[in-house]
């Protein structure tokens, strides 16, 4: 899945408008133009598609974190990961929308596949841990499928 893909997802999710998009990317600070978020939009065939980098999503999903939550009071700014990957986006995706994992896996069996806890618990740790799975793509299309149902 491309930057792309994940940001048209939670858009869609959230019902609302690009205006509102940019409102929720400046809640950490980060200023991107309408311009840009109408091209990042785009599919990639359309003229005047741009390619969404790891820093304006990252600064989406932390925004959407601020959005859905509230900013913590006297918490630090999130440090900007150089390289999100599908398992930092599960991540950030799980703190926003406050989902546990009964409520993921509801999510994903509403997309057709299944997960164990265990399985689901292994997207979570650390990289360096020897129960870590790298989160694919079929599973993140397929949570952000059951999210928009």
């Not at 609302?16 to 400046?26: Q, R, Y």
């Not at 930092?88 to 993921?104: H, P, S, Y």
């Not at 509801?106 to 164990?116: M, P, R």
Request: proline share 2%; with cysteine; hydrophobic share 40%.
């Amino acid at each position: 899945m491309t930057n792309n893909d994940i940001l048209r997802g939670v858009r869609y999710i959230l019902n609302v408008s690009e205006t509102k998009l940019i409102e929720i990317i400046a809640l950490t600070g980060f200023k991107v133009s309408t311009e840009d978020l109408s091209a990042f939009l785009k599919q990639e065939h359309e003229e005047g598609y741009k390619n969404c980098g790891d820093k304006v999503l990252s600064q989406f999903l932390d925004g959407l974190v601020i959005y859905k939550r509230g900013k913590k009071v006297n918490a630090p700014d999130q440090p900007f990961e150089i390289s999100l990957t599908n398992n930092m986006i599960l991540k950030k995706l799980r703190v926003a929308f406050e989902l546990k994992d009964d409520d993921i896996v509801q999510l994903i069996g509403k997309a057709g596949l299944k997960v164990s806890k265990s399985e689901l618990g292994a997207f979570f740790r650390k990289p360096d841990h020897r129960n870590y799975r790298d989160c694919g793509n079929q599973f993140l299309r397929n949570l952000l499928k059951g999210m928009a149902k």
